[in-house]
């Protein structure tokens, strides 16, 4: 969870949903984890939200993850290492 304010025009919000992946966990699962190895060094991610809806609605399973994501500072970095 952001515990601070960000600037909006320095976050990304990314939205990934299981139909993409025809519903397929482990593809999700990879696709995902793809999209996270190939960002930047810099980048840094604020929140992933996840979601799950069960097969009692509408008679099929979804999911989705949302990563937020925003360019550290220079500050931020080194406090990294």
């Given at each position: ?15 990934f949903n299981g139909s993409e992946y025809k519903n397929d ?20 991610i604020e929140d992933i939200i996840y979601r799950y809806t ?28």
């Amino acid at each position: 969870m952001i515990r601070k304010p960000i600037r909006a025009k320095t976050t990304e919000i990314v939205v990934f949903n299981g139909s993409e992946y025809k519903n397929d966990v482990q593809d999700f699962q990879e696709g995902v984890n793809s999209w996270l190895k190939t960002q930047p060094d810099n980048v840094v991610i604020e929140d992933i939200i996840y979601r799950y809806t069960g097969a009692a609605t509408r008679s099929k399973e979804s999911f989705s993850i949302a990563i937020i994501s925003r360019t550290a500072s220079e500050k931020e970095l080194n406090e990294l290492d």
